[in-house]
């Protein structure tokens, strides 16, 4: 059987045990120990870690066996070890949450079954590697949720389907409305926190950033733990978090999954909006739903999950019943105790209203920097071309001019985009090679030199015109 160390940093964590080849054996085995660095290897005389399902700065989660359970069943150990770098009021505060969460889970587990039973929490002290200091470790051990979490599955399957989000945002709402009426904010509502087992089932993970506020209270303050792009400005700003705060986060998690994209590609910072309706157009009802939970300020969203459930309801109750063609779709999960239909459907026919302002096309810091590379090595290009052709004159400065916006629009409307820029770009080159009469004396490596250096150049410019841009908006 093989049993991996713990240890952070262990150069060889994977030990063998030959004498464990039987389910009796290891129930009755005695004490591990790794053999590269010595750490206790069966935690808590009961759990056996058997695979690395991911670590960070904080620590890292493994899939361990219970092997004083019936089954030998499977469950998650979570590991806090943070790095050395921290400040003292840093770690405690990392200490604080992750006890926290075993907390929470332990209060909430056990009465929802939709998110993960608290199975133990421990914190032993083992020798260091030196043989003569101690340090203390931190586990917290959870039921395992054989499935696959949502950032995961969009990046296997592609954005979501209208009528999936639906569903999703249905059983995730269930689950805020039960932690909210317990006083309790999630704080981290995002694709990798939510898990869909094989049975369909939606599960809310990660209770580690949760913040417990005393009933009717309005006081207290974010711990200023977020995950970027689905945090809203209160709790970046290390401001009270309410209910409102999760419905947020969960808006941003629908308009990613509905989209495709990450949350940080579909913020526009200069018009303070979010961008994402070109990228996945919505039935009215969605649309305007996920529009008020985006709202910039916690007292103009929807106040609770319930308020959201029950607008879901209703808007189920008026498409079923109308004359008009749709598509109902059961709620998936066996286990739930909803019975009710989601229903998507064209809007009814009532007065029109104004269209909604589409925002332009987004592009990622790659799609920027990538075409301003490919318009420089044009540029250069063309240069070359025109001032053997006419000379520096009005007209090579005319064409090269008109020329270079043209390619500008033409990316900024994704008329040309990814491949195409490196396939205009090798015919460019190939005109070069074949036509020596455009190189004007020059040996087609030199031009090439010129037309990279150029495209450096154009990288430089842009990267910097874009970090003063950030900054001014900041500062405005």
Avoid at 22 to 38: E, F, L, N, R, W
Avoid at 345 to 362: D, I, Y
């Amino acid at each position: 059987m093989e049993i991996l160390c713990t240890r952070p940093k262990c150069s060889n964590p994977k030990n063998f045990f030959s004498d464990l080849d039987s389910i009796s054996q290891v129930k009755t085995a005695s004490q591990k120990y790794c053999a590269t660095c010595g750490m206790p290897l069966i935690l808590a005389d009961r759990y056996i870690p058997e695979k690395l399902l991911g670590q960070g700065g904080f620590g890292a989660a493994f899939l361990a066996r219970d092997r004083y359970s019936p089954k030998f069943r499977y469950c998650v150990v979570k590991q806090f070890k943070p790095s050395g770098n921290l400040s003292p009021q840093d770690l405690d505060l990392a200490q604080e949450l992750f006890a926290r969460e075993g907390v929470v889970l332990e209060e909430l587990g056990n009465q929802h079954p939709q998110i993960p039973d608290l199975y133990a929490f421990f914190t032993p002290i083992v020798s260091c590697r030196n043989g003569q200091d101690n340090e203390q470790y931190f586990y917290l051990v959870q039921e395992y949720i054989d499935g696959q979490d949502l950032e995961s599955e969009l990046e296997q399957k592609g954005q979501f389907s209208e009528t999936e989000v639906l569903q999703i945002l249905q059983e995730v709402l269930k689950i805020l409305d039960f932690i909210h009426q317990r006083n309790v904010i999630h704080r981290d509502i995002k694709p990798s926190n939510i898990m869909r087992d094989r049975n369909g089932k939606i599960y809310l993970l990660d209770f580690g950033a949760v913040k417990q506020i005393a009933s009717g209270a309005n006081s207290g303050k974010s711990t200023g733990i977020y995950s970027m792009g689905f945090a809203p400005p209160e709790q970046m700003a290390g401001k009270q978090v309410y209910p409102a705060t999760d419905l947020y986060a969960l808006a941003v998690t629908c308009i990613s999954l509905l989209t495709g994209k990450p949350a940080e590609q579909l913020y526009d910072s200069y018009h303070n909006c979010w961008v994402w309706r070109n990228y996945a157009p919505v039935n009215e009802p969605l649309d305007e739903m996920l529009d008020k939970m985006l709202m910039s300020i916690p007292a103009q969203r929807y106040q609770s999950a319930t308020e959201v459930l029950s607008l879901l309801n209703s808007t189920s109750s008026t498409s079923s019943t109308s004359p008009a063609p749709s598509t109902s779709v059961s709620q998936n999960p066996p286990t739930s105790s909803a019975s009710s239909t989601i229903v998507a459907s064209p809007v009814p026919s009532t007065p029109s209203k104004p269209p909604v302002r589409r925002n332009p096309p987004n592009f990622s810091l790659v799609e920027i920097l990538g075409s301003a590379a490919f318009t420089g090595f044009e540029g250069a290009l063309l240069a070359i071309f025109l001032t053997n052709l006419f000379a520096v004159s009005g007209v090579s400065l005319g064409i090269l001019g008109a020329s270079i916006a043209g390619l500008i629009y033409a990316q900024t409307r994704r008329i040309i985009e990814k491949i195409d820029l490196v396939i205009i770009a090798g015919i460019s080159a190939a005109i070069v090679f074949f036509f020596p009469v455009l190189q004007g004396g020059l040996t087609i490596g030199i031009i090439l030199v010129i037309a990279a250096m150029s495209g450096a150049g154009a990288i430089a410019i842009t990267a910097l015109f874009r970090l003063i841009y950030q900054i001014l908006a900041r500062l405005l």
